[in-house]
């Protein structure tokens, strides 16, 4: 159990739906991450926020669109996707953004299927 | 952009033979993490390395930041069966809008056999 949670831990949708993951941090982080991992391919940073500003979007497509409320909670809403992002998401947290030794905590990941 | 180049893609080993992974960038990296993720899970860090040069172990775990801070090696002793995962490398640059943007290696699959 590192500190961050994600809902749902499974997710089935079709191209048309619209659908949001969900990730709770309770280690009272200000940096939340979210990532995109596909088979056979490295983690790739898709947005970073600090203390819920956007610091980051990493030419991520506009049909994914996150949201900060707060610095404990992540959103990641979903709407028109395609088949080649059905993917692992996984949500981070650190401290913040200020320091070399910053550890990113993960949580255990959305796996997203779109039909 | 930044790549990292991860080897080997996947281990079959013995229990108690002892493990061996890489990591070799095109260009420098001022951190460099090891991560393990198990099925189902997301990754967790095992190792931080933050100067060049600096060995740092973890129980059976023994990772080094390459001299030249375009790599890394990560050593497992003694396997055991909980081993098996996939280990990922990150680099990470420092300063500026540096924070937070780790590039993670394709990652090895170590597979334990009893």
């Known amino acids: 159990e590192t500190g961050v949670t994600q809902t749902p831990r499974h997710l089935v949708m079709g191209m048309t739906n619209k659908k949001s993951l969900k990730c709770e941090q309770h280690?009272?982080?200000?940096?939340m991450y979210w990532y995109k991992q596909s088979a056979k391919k490295p983690l790739e940073l898709m947005f970073v926020y600090n203390f819920k500003e956007q610091t980051e979007n990493n030419s991520v497509p506009s049909r994914f669109s996150p949201e900060c409320p707060n610095s404990s909670h992540l959103f990641l809403h979903l709407h028109t996707l395609q088949p080649e992002d059905s993917a692992l998401y996984l949500c981070?947290?650190?401290?913040?953004?200020?320091?070399?030794?910053?550890?990113?905590?993960f949580g255990p990941g959305t796996r997203l299927t779109v039909l | 952009g930044q790549q990292l180049n991860q080897s080997p893609q996947s281990m079959f080993i013995q229990e108690g033979e002892d493990v061996s992974m890489n990591c070799t960038s095109s260009s420098i990296f001022n951190t460099w993490l090891w991560y393990k993720q198990e099925p189902g899970e997301g990754p967790v860090l095992l190792i931080a390395l933050y100067k060049a040069g600096e060995l740092t172990s973890n129980g059976r775990l023994t990772a080094q930041f390459g001299i030249t801070r375009k790599d890394s090696f990560l050593n497992i002793s003694a396997s055991i069966p909980s081993d098996v995962g996939i280990y990922f490398c990150?680099?990470?640059?420092?300063?500026?809008?540096?924070?937070?943007?780790?590039?993670f290696g394709q990652g090895t699959i170590l597979t334990v056999h009893p």
């Open positions: 990150a680099g990470q640059l420092d300063g500026g809008t540096s924070y937070g943007k780790l590039t």
């Open positions: 280690l009272g982080h200000n940096a």
């Open positions: 981070a947290s650190s401290q913040d953004l200020t320091g070399t030794t910053d550890t990113q905590y």
